[in-house]
């Protein structure tokens, strides 16, 4: 006995999930499933699902294609609606202006760069997203959602090919410079070979309190105290909001510098032209990421002509130079 292979095709029409409710990375791939489909039917002289299956030239193997096809437009759809939930959750808590996902790193990076397969679910829970409100409320600091990616070949996102990219957006924009001067890190590896991965982080809008005027941590044997280190405001802040300390971490100078511009160009769409919102414009961020001559490197001063990357000793001082953070989520979801 033959099965029918449309037997399990899923009557797409009465979902109660509308296409244009869909994240634009699902519905994409949602389109090209739905275009496979049309296909046959136009081979078949059909306008639709009914008319395709009482077709009596439909090939077997033709009918297992379109049975393969609807399955996958279903799985597609069905399982992406916890993902479309927690989207549509953290924009409602952190608010648009502050959550960039796909549709805005297209925007900055070019349409078609980012592989939406590759997307990650986020991993963070509605108590992670509300913790955000409350360490605005404790400190004066404000998080933002970022969906960091990798480049089209698969391979990290440096510093180098996002200044090509971001750059080209900012002179449609009338945005000015990303980078005030790359002279001096031009041949740096932190710039031509250490790269963004798909990932989506919580990532702070401006440098943490305390941080500033501080060394970045440490050393034995050194003339100033663990309290003297920025490594000490970090634990002081993670103490106040009753977060463990491992789950802050120093953003990368050029997640840092990614985070910047896609806010930048984000609000810039949401607000309209001329009123995007600029951070780190007065500050610099200290990462932990070395030089090739082992000073650590910082990244702000973000303002029109270009944000400024440079390299301070370890024990450095600079009112404007602090910390900004990464928090991970607290437990990963089920």
């Not at 009465?14 to 496979?36: C, E, F, M, W, Y």
């Not at 032209?273 to 490197?297: A, C, F, M, Q």
């Amino acid at each position: 006995m033959s099965l029918n292979p449309f037997e399990s095709a899923p009557n797409l029409t009465a979902s109660h999930i509308r296409r244009q409710d869909l994240p634009t990375a699902v519905r994409k791939r949602a389109d090209n499933l739905a275009a496979q489909i049309k296909e046959i039917y136009a081979k078949y002289g059909a306008a639709n699902f009914e008319e395709l299956k009482e077709n009596k030239k439909l090939s077997a193997q033709d009918a297992r294609k379109v049975a393969d096809l609807f399955k996958a437009f279903k799985n597609e759809v069905e399982k992406k609606e916890d993902e479309l939930a927690s989207l549509h959750e953290a924009i409602e808590i952190l608010g648009r202006e502050n959550v960039h996902s796909f549709e805005d790193v297209e925007v900055m990076l070019g349409y078609g760069f980012v592989d939406v397969s590759k997307i990650p679910p986020i991993p963070y829970t509605r108590d992670d997203l509300e913790k955000s409100k409350e360490i605005k409320e404790k400190t004066g600091v404000e998080e933002i959602l970022v969906l960091f990616v990798a480049d089209k070949d698969g391979t990290p996102l440096t510093g180098e090919r996002m200044n090509r990219l971001i750059q080209a957006e900012y002179n449609k924009l009338d945005l000015d410079k990303l980078l005030y001067n790359i002279d001096w890190y031009k041949n740096e590896d932190f710039f031509k070979t250490l790269g963004l991965s798909y990932e989506w982080k919580l990532i702070t809008k401006q440098t943490i309190p305390g941080s500033k005027n501080k060394r970045h941590h440490h050393e034995p044997g050194g003339r100033f105290t663990h309290q003297d280190t920025q490594e000490f405001a970090i634990e002081e802040y993670a103490k106040k909001l009753d977060i463990p300390r491992d789950q802050f971490h120093r953003p990368e100078p050029f997640q840092m510098l990614y985070a910047t511009a896609l806010h930048l160009i984000a609000t810039e769409r949401i607000n309209g032209k001329g009123k995007g919102e600029r951070i780190l414009t007065d500050e610099y961020h200290w990462s932990d990421v070395l030089s090739s001559e082992g000073n650590l490197v910082i990244v702000g001063h973000a303002g029109s002509g270009g944000a400024y990357i440079d390299r301070y000793t370890r024990g450095s001082l600079g009112g404007d130079l602090g910390v900004c953070l990464s928090r991970e989520p607290s437990s990963s979801k089920s």
